[in-house]
């Protein structure tokens, strides 16, 4: 919170509560020193500093209530370059922390610094997002411009089923779009497979035919037949399985 007569923004540890007047700033922690310490411990790297900490929870009475004022929120800070700040609530505001397993703001930063493939700043737009949707808390954001960083890596998780149904999908080969079923039998892509393969098997030995390749043709009929009836079974299992 902000000391209202220096604008100065402090992290008041929890064991302060017998402090007496100005005290408390002298026990506390201010927001700049922290600031200035990751610059220069690290000046060339990008830093998020993220404050879910500006709550009415310091029941002071008497003169140590009278230092920290009527506002309990913190006061904007000028951006500092490479430094992003995620505050849990607006200038002034005091942050909900109720919940199971932390409050509506750390529970959705956990579960956004999870996705891959999304930018921080986005990242923590998404959070306040969410949090303004679920309470009305919110969320507040400084930050000047800054490179782009993925906490979760840049690439969301590929989907190797859909990759390798899409490789084999759009062939004329039958024994190529079988692959797909032999690697994944009750696969996503599975009947779609089977009516890819019986058009492309038709197609294969109506070509064959014209060709006057017979020998050809009796030779891999049965297989083509084979195929057939095995994916006939997975449709049937499939239909029994389903709800």
């Known amino acids: 919170m902000a000391n209202p007569e220096t604008q100065l923004n402090y992290l008041i540890p929890v064991d302060v509560a017998d402090a007496e007047d100005d005290k408390v700033w002298f026990e506390s922690f201010q927001q700049n020193t922290i600031i200035d310490l990751l610059s220069k411990q690290a000046p060339n ?14 029941n002071m009475a008497g003169t140590a209530a009278k230092a920290l004022g009527t506002n309990k929120g913190f006061v904007p800070i000028t951006d500092t370059a490479g430094l992003l700040i995620a505050y849990a609530t607006a200038p002034r505001k005091t ?8 409050g509506p703001y750390a529970k959705a930063l956990a579960e956004e610094l999870m996705k891959p493939g999304i930018e921080a700043v986005t990242m923590f737009r998404n959070v ?22 993925y906490f979760a ?43 890819q393969n019986s058009r492309v098997w038709a197609a294969t030995l109506e070509q064959w035919m014209a060709g006057g390749e017979q ?4 030779r891999f009929g049965s297989l083509a037949g084979t195929q ?16």
């Not at 020998?215 to 009796?218: G, K, L």
Request: proline fraction near 7%.
């Open 153 to 195: 890596g840049s690439k969301p998780p590929e989907n190797v089923e859909l990759t390798f149904w899409t490789s084999v999908r759009d062939s004329a080969n039958p024994t190529l779009v079988n692959t797909y079923l032999q690697r994944y039998p009750n696969g996503e892509f599975a009947p779609a497979c089977c009516k």
């Open 95 to 102: 942050a909900s922390d109720v919940g199971d397993y932390g």
């Open 215 to 218: 020998r050809r043709w009796r």
């Open 45 to 58: 790297a990008t830093h998020y500093v993220v404050f879910d900490a500006c709550r009415n929870e310091l």
């Open 128 to 149: 306040q997002l969410r949090v303004k949707q679920t309470i009305g808390q919110d969320p507040w954001l400084s930050f000047p411009s800054l490179r782009a960083v």
């Open 228 to 243: 057939r009836c095995h994916c006939l079974s997975m449709s049937r299992q499939r239909t029994r399985s389903a709800p």
